[in-house]
């Protein structure tokens, strides 16, 4: 297989177990920059066992900054490819040889980035190959159409291996996502250069999720708020409300179809998107 040297980023906040169990299981298979926005002392001290590059955000700056407080390090080092790894994620250096392998191999030299397969902790695949979200893929969802093939689609990015040449052609991530959505937006514009992005079927990776917050309000509002970001950014204000209303009438819908707790959660998806997602991350990030 051919290989080429990658650096890995780890974006890390608090959760200094996680980051010790990805560290473990990584195994140095490639140089790691631990980039810390809990400027945390066990998470320091995980990162420094493992002879990690350790720096210290100073505050929480969200996923995209962190992530570019990292890719900055390399700017001017030999080059090299960026594996981005979650800390509530595992991968071990078998499967980073193989998506490094599939990167470079040829035919794919336009291919930005690579997923590996993600299995959760229960065992069960996760998907990791996601239709661009737009008001009418919204629209076509609330109606109950939303298996409808897309034309493109990006790939999550709880373990991402990033071609270099593709971040310099397109750029670091927009800070404006402070948590969520931002691969999406990467690799929008990626696509937008005619870089494709793709997963590697032969390279696996455990992904625990959670890794963002234990509670899962606040992963959700987040996550949501990411989504606000991304539509706003590609589709404008007036997408924007095209996509909230498809957003509240989907969410409506199954809350008077449902009952008990998928009702209760339907009913408060309504009320997030009526309120505002971002409007709501507001509150939670106090």
Known sequence: MTTRHVHTVIVAYHAPDGLERCLA???DAAPVTVVDNSSSPEVRAV???????????????GFAAGANLGLRQLVGRPEHDVLLLNPDATLAPRDLQRLSAFLNRPGNERVAAVSPRLIGSDGNGQRVAWPFPTPTRAWAEAAGFGGHPAKQTFVVGAVLLL???????????????????????????????GWASAVCADAVAIHRGAGSSENS??????FHAGQETYIRKWHGRTGWWAYRGAACAGASARALAFRGERRAEAARRAFLYLRGPRRCAALVRE
Not at 49 to 61: K, Q
Not at 180 to 189: C, G, I, K, L, V
Request: proline residues 0%; charged residues 25%; glycine residues 6%.
């Open 217 to 222: 309000h606040t992963r959700e509002v987040l």
């Open 163 to 193: 071609r270099w040449n593709a971040v310099q052609d397109v750029g670091l991530f927009d800070e404006r996502f402070f948590l969520y959505a931002e691969e999406a937006d990467w690799q929008r514009r990626v696509a937008n250069l």
């Open 25 to 27: 299981a990584f195994n």
């Open 47 to 61: 990162a420094n066992r493992h002879g990690t590059e350790y720096v210290d955000a100073g505050a929480n700056l």
